[in-house]
């Protein structure tokens, strides 16, 4: 399907248009985020044009990879793969047949490869006679108001040369394809196959935050769902090597899952064996999982203040395990003096699972990991944890000494 | 600061001596024992001289001992070996309801597989009766496997007087062409401190492992006598009698028959380390309140101590007393991370919160007066320090 016909890449984005004053700010983020992710990917240039951003492309660029890198782009809503042409209708009456008849002659030959690569003769049958393209509809766009047609115009010349040229009919309601003849201010581009982006904003715009990422499902979800906000993520782990020593593969493969959302990703790991211990120690085993996850909020400020964060992100889910009951939560949150979003909070498991499915951090999640968190805790742990309770428990704990000792010697490393 | 270790039961440190001996198996004297040439012949008769020095402990002949990884790898070997080797339908198996978990586990394994298992349950001092043993042989039983002495609480099972029971049990099932009943031991936590005479003991087969008798991890051995109809459970060349495939851990096994060879040597401090248990139980009892000794007082290990400290978590205090360099255990060592209460004390009937409450401190040889004064005086601190600030 992406042969070497394209020459441009088209960029739309969605809810950047709606910022106002701030949106060459955004603008700008979004070009710099995707030349970083383009780093290893052959193209010309890059740049902006009217609402859109065009990248030029050329015979070495890798068309399915920088599909791959687009799709996970937070801000981009959708983008084409086009031919440009000169701003002359005559031109463009002529690439447009000509591009449309190669497009036709390759989706043909994929549609024959399929049915051949099925075993169900009837099936493939069928699918052949379903994906073959028969009608066609002009969509003209035009960004350069100057120039000479109107879009009816434009739609109305190139759709005549179409008709002339090819076998394809016109259907306006429900075309087979839709042909977009886009004029801009540089060349008129010509695409028709949309490929979704994600949407959202460009990371870094809203700022960073630190994401507690436990091992499990949920948290590379929540992480994943406020990169897509914008939010730059620094990521903290918690590790336990007494009943963990399977090193860092795993927890390092999913940041770089993650990175594909981000770019370059920070993760800090902070051996927590220590600091369990001495809850242990002094600590009730039903209120233990509790009083970890304080103290790894208050471990994990001390990163934010390093890294000039605004909050925290955590996987947390309403109610899902006993740390997330509602006095729990409120509990463990009170620990931190930034703020603390939790955007699974009111989401399912199987809805979670199927975010991590569709971003490809279910298969890392899943594999066999010990959860610091459930070191030696009570079978029924507290669900209505009282603050007061909690605090006053905590005065006997020496996590000050521990901290300075252990902290002074995390240094993160970029994955 | 001062370290000590009250964890034997847990593992030892390998002997010196035995250490000397296993060194030159590593690099000098590295021959494959299954090798026809002079350097493979050099570690077979290594392999010899430990067999030998094993047999000799037990009692038994050479051609019976068989090496393995350790304990784990005998009982794995002896409940699936043994089952795989009968050719009843449904074998039955009796065992306790306290064996360490690679019994139980081997056991619920071979259940699922269509085997009938009863687990015989102990008294309060983890005692299994002789009566119930006789009572749950069935004409489908095939082997009883039970420990000779329990590595949480160190209560010693009476093995001797089964083994003398099931003798005639099986000379009467022969007569009635019943199959003969198998009796297997697991003889870890026994070795340093009780008979291991097979003969006196009356067993069919014996588990023991090396690291706990001042020896090398890795190592272990299963005694099978002459005549048990056993088949192997793991695939491979032809070692050990085709009972356990793979490659002899020469260094391991040299380590393991030196080991064994000095367990009487070591037998002469017993006295003085069961003295000194009995001092330390006692002060416990007498200087904290709400503590009680689990287990039997008079069937039990010479260094094990096994307190209920009421109001306290175990690992409370065991993290607490490991700050202070004092290491001591809370159930097995080889349970998971997560809380769960010992099964050996909730089969004993203790509650699960006083089970929860429990620490096992195991003695050594280098056991001190002076060092049991010191761990007394903290504990008695650490407890009433953790009874102040805990909430239970």
């Known amino acids: 399907m992406y042969t070497h016909i394209y020459n441009h890449i088209i960029i739309h984005y969605d809810e950047i248009t709606l910022k106002g004053g701030n949106r060459p700010f955004f603008e700008r983020v979004l070009i710099s985020n995707i030349k970083e992710f383009l780093e290893n990917i052959k193209y010309d240039k890059i740049y902006k044009d009217g609402g859109k951003i065009i990248i030029e492309i050329n015979k070495n660029t890798d068309l399915e990879k920088t599909k791959e890198v687009l799709e996970n782009i937070p801000g981009i809503s959708n983008f084409y793969f086009a031919v440009s042409e000169k701003k002359d209708l005559e031109k463009i009456n002529k690439k447009t047949v000509e591009f449309l008849r190669l497009y036709i002659k390759e989706n043909e030959k994929t549609i024959l490869r399929q049915a ?32 000479e047609f109107k879009s009816p115009e434009i739609n109305a010349r190139v759709g005549e040369s179409v008709l002339e040229n090819t076998e394809l009919k016109v259907n306006v309601h429900n075309p087979d394809i839709e042909i977009v003849v886009d004029i801009g201010h540089k060349y008129c581009y010509i695409y028709f196959e949309k490929i979704k982006g994600i949407g959202g904003l460009p990371v870094g715009t809203a700022g960073k935050l630190v994401s507690l990422l436990s091992g ?44 594909r959302f981000q770019g370059r990703s920070k993760l800090y790991i902070i051996p927590f064996e220590e600091f369990q211990k001495e809850i242990i120690a002094k600590i009730p085993a039903k209120n233990r999982m509790i009083i970890y996850r304080r103290i790894m909020f208050e471990l994990a400020e001390m990163i934010a203040k390093k890294e000039k964060a605004k909050g925290f992100v955590t996987g947390d889910s309403l109610s899902q395990v006993a740390s997330q009951t509602l006095d729990n939560i409120g509990v463990i949150y009170n620990s931190a003096n ?55 428990q905590e005065e006997n704990l020496k996590i000050d000494e521990i901290a300075e000792r252990i902290m002074a010697e995390i240094k993160p490393e970029v994955i | 600061m001062k370290k000590i270790y009250l964890d034997y039961a847990a593992t030892t440190p390998t002997d010196e001596e035995v250490l000397n001996e296993m060194m030159p198996y ?41 090496f393995t990884s350790g304990a784990t790898e005998s009982n794995n070997m002896t409940i699936k070996g043994i089952i795989k080797a009968s050719n ?54 095939i082997l009883i496997s039970i420990m ?26 022969e007569k009635n062409k019943l199959p003969k009943i198998y009796f297997h031991i697991d003889a870890v936590q026994a070795v340093n ?68 060879s000095l367990v009487s040597k070591n037998r002469k401090k017993i006295e003085e380390i069961k003295k000194l248990r009995d001092y330390f139980i006692a002060e416990i009892l007498k200087n904290i309140p709400d503590t009680r000794l689990n287990g039997s007082k008079e069937f039990r290990l010479p ?90």
């Open chain 2, 88 to 141: 009843i339908k449904n074998p039955h198996i009796i065992t306790s309801s306290i064996e360490h978990h690679c019994v139980l586990n081997s056991c619920k394994a071979v259940e699922k597989e269509g085997s009938e298992v009863t687990y015989l349950k102990v008294n309060g001092n983890g005692l299994v009766s002789v009566k119930d043993f006789k009572k749950a042989i069935k004409e489908n039983t």
């Open chain 2, 193 to 260: 401190y009780l008979d291991c005479n097979v003969d006196n003991l009356g067993v069919d087969l014996l588990s023991i492992s090396g690291h706990k008798i001042y020896g090398p991890k890795g190592v272990g051995a299963l005694y099978v006598r002459q005549g048990t109809k056993i088949k192997s459970i793991q695939q491979g060349g032809e070692q050990e009698y085709n009972l356990r495939a793979g490659t002899h851990n020469v260094p391991g096994i040299v380590g393991l028959g030196k080991t064994i």
């Open chain 2, 26 to 66: 590593f690099s000098q004297k590295f021959g494959n024992p299954s090798s026809i040439h002079q350097f493979g012949q050099e570690a077979a008769e290594a392999i010899d001289k430990a067999r030998k020095q094993v047999a000799d402990f037990l009692g038994c002949n050479s051609s019976e001992i068989i």
């Open chain 2, 303 to 392: 260094h094990n101590a096994n307190i209920s400290f009421k109001g306290i978590e175990g690992e409370s205090l065991l993290i607490m007393l490991d700050q202070e360099g004092i290491a001591v255990s809370t159930g097995s060592a080889c349970s998971s991370p997560s809380l769960e209460p010992s099964h050996v004390l909730m089969a004993m009937g203790i509650s699960p919160e006083l089970s929860h409450s429990s620490i096992r401190f195991t003695l050594g040889k280098d056991a001190t007066k002076e060092n049991i004064d010191f761990v007394l005086k903290v504990l008695v601190e650490k407890v009433k320090k953790l009874r102040e600030i805990s909430g239970i």
């Open chain 1, 116 to 147: 051949q690569d099925d075993d169900n003769v009837m099936v493939s049958l069928s699918n052949h006679q379903n994906g073959k393209i028969k009608t066609f509809k002009i969509e003209a766009r035009r960004s350069d108001k100057k120039f």
């Open chain 1, 216 to 259: 499990g499902i949920d948290s590379p979800v929540a992480s994943y769902m406020m990169m897509k906000r914008g939010a730059k993520i620094v990521f903290v782990h918690f590790k336990n090597k007494i009943i963990n020593n399977t090193g860092d593969d795993k927890i390092k493969s999913l940041v770089k899952k993650l990175s």
């Open chain 1, 338 to 392: 930034l703020p603390i979003f939790p955007p699974l909070i009111g989401m399912n498991k199987q809805e979670i699972i199927d975010l991590a499915v569709k971003i490809k951090t279910y298969e890392i999640s899943i594999l066999p990991y010990q959860d610091c968190c459930s070191f030696l805790i009570a079978k029924h742990p507290e669900t209505k944890a009282k603050l007061r309770d909690i605090i006053k």
């Open chain 2, 148 to 173: 000779y002495a329990n590595n949480e609480v160190g209560t010693i099972e009476p093995i001797a007087e089964m083994g003398e029971m099931l003798k005639k049990i099986n000379s009467e099932r």
